[in-house]
C-alpha cells in the first residue's frame, strides 16, 4: 500500500514539474522582401493576358476580399516576337468577355464568379493582333514604377492526345478515371500538362440542380509530366478528377477525384516548354507536401527575371471523353 502511495505521489508531483516548465513562446518571423509576381499566359490560337501581383507575407490572410489588392494597375506590359512588337491594354476583369475570364480564373485556380466579384485588372490584347501561334517564342516585357520584369516562352507545335476514354476500375462501381494515349516526337524534353472539366449538369435532385459541374478547366496534382521515361514512344496513362475547394457534394465525399458514369469530359491537353514544366512540376510536388514536417521548402525555379511568377506558352488541343460504362 505505502508503495503504490509513494509511485502516485510521485507521478503527481513528475505532472507539477512539467506543467511548471511549459513557457510560451513567440515566433517573430522577419518580413520578407517585397517582390513582383508575374502570372501569364500566351495559348495556342488565344490571345494572352498577364496578371501582376505583389508578394505576401507566408501568414497574410488570403480571401475573396483581399483578392483585389494583391494585383496592381499602371504597369507597362508587352510581349515581343520576332520582328513584332505588342503593348498590351489594361483591362478589368468585369469588361472581359467570358472565355478570357474563364482562362484567368484556371489560372489562379478559382471560381470565376468570385473573379466578376473582384477588383481585377489584368493586361491583354483581345483585339485579334495577338494571337499565339505554334513555333513561336514570345518575349515579355513588365515595366512598373522603377522595376523592369523579363521572362520568355515558347509555344511548341502541339501534340494531340488520342483514343482518350473513361473506365471504372472495379466493376458494379459508377467511378473511374480518364485515359489516354500520347504519341510522343522522337525529340528527347518534350514536356505537358492534362486539365478537364465536367460540362455536364447536376440532377434535379442536387442542390446544384442545373449547374454545369465545371466551370473551369482543373489540372489535378501531377499534370505536368515529361519524356523522359518515354521518348518517342506511344505512352498510355489516366488521370483522376482534380477539384476545386468547394462546398459541392462531390468534392467533399466518396465521388472526390472520380469521374462518373454519365459525365461528360472536356479535355485540354498542353505542349509546354522546359521552364513552364519545371515550374508547374515544382509547385505540384510543394501543393502535395503541404504540411508535411519532412517537406524541404524551396523556391519555385521562375521563368521570370527581376521578379517571381510564371510567363507560359501553351500548345493545347482539345478533345471530348463520355463516360459510359
Avoid at 501568414?59 to 512588337?85: H, Q
Avoid at 489535378?220 to 509530366?225: E, F, N, R, T, V
Wanted: hydrophobic share 40%; with cysteine; net charge negative.
Amino acid at each position: 500500500m505505502m508503495s503504490s502511495k509513494l509511485k502516485i505521489t510521485s507521478l503527481f508531483l513528475a505532472c507539477l514539474f512539467l506543467m511548471s516548465c511549459e513557457k510560451e513562446i513567440t515566433v517573430d518571423l522577419p518580413q520578407p522582401e517585397r517582390k513582383l509576381v508575374v502570372d501569364g499566359q500566351i495559348e495556342l490560337g488565344a490571345s494572352p493576358f498577364v496578371l501582376l501581383s505583389s508578394s505576401i507575407a507566408p501568414f497574410e490572410p488570403t480571401n475573396a476580399e483581399s483578392l483585389s489588392s494583391f494585383y496592381l494597375r499602371g504597369a507597362d506590359v508587352s510581349i515581343r516576337s520576332g520582328e513584332d512588337f505588342y503593348e498590351l491594354d489594361e483591362i478589368c476583369l468585369s469588361d472581359l468577355p467570358g472565355e478570357l475570364i474563364n482562362t484567368v480564373a484556371e489560372q489562379l485556380g478559382v471560381s470565376p464568379v468570385v473573379l466578376i466579384s473582384s477588383d481585377i485588372c489584368a493586361y491583354s490584347k483581345i483585339d485579334g493582333s495577338l494571337i499565339g501561334e505554334a513555333g513561336k517564342i514570345y518575349n515579355l516585357e513588365v515595366v512598373y514604377e522603377e522595376e523592369v520584369l523579363t521572362a520568355s516562352t515558347k509555344i511548341n507545335e502541339a501534340v494531340v492526345l488520342d483514343s482518350m476514354w473513361f473506365s471504372v476500375p472495379n466493376p458494379g462501381d459508377s467511378l473511374g478515371f480518364a485515359y489516354a494515349i500520347l504519341d510522343d516526337p522522337d525529340t528527347l524534353g518534350n514536356a505537358y500538362r492534362w486539365s478537364a472539366k465536367r460540362i455536364n449538369f447536376y440532377p434535379a435532385w442536387s442542390e446544384h440542380a442545373f449547374e454545369q459541374k465545371d466551370q473551369i478547366y482543373i489540372a489535378p496534382l501531377g499534370s505536368a509530366y515529361d519524356d523522359e521515361f518515354f521518348n518517342g514512344l506511344e505512352f498510355q496513362f489516366a488521370y483522376f478528377r482534380g477539384s476545386q475547394n468547394s462546398e459541392k457534394e462531390d468534392d467533399n465525399n466518396i465521388e472526390r477525384g472520380f469521374f462518373k458514369i454519365g459525365d461528360t469530359i472536356a479535355v485540354k491537353g498542353a505542349h509546354i516548354d522546359r521552364g513552364v514544366f519545371k515550374f508547374i512540376s515544382a509547385m505540384e510536388d510543394q501543393i502535395a507536401t503541404q504540411g508535411s514536417p519532412f517537406a524541404t521548402p524551396a523556391n519555385l525555379p521562375s521563368n521570370v527575371q527581376g521578379g517571381l511568377g510564371l510567363w507560359a506558352g501553351y500548345a493545347t488541343s482539345y478533345d471530348t471523353i463520355i463516360c459510359t460504362p
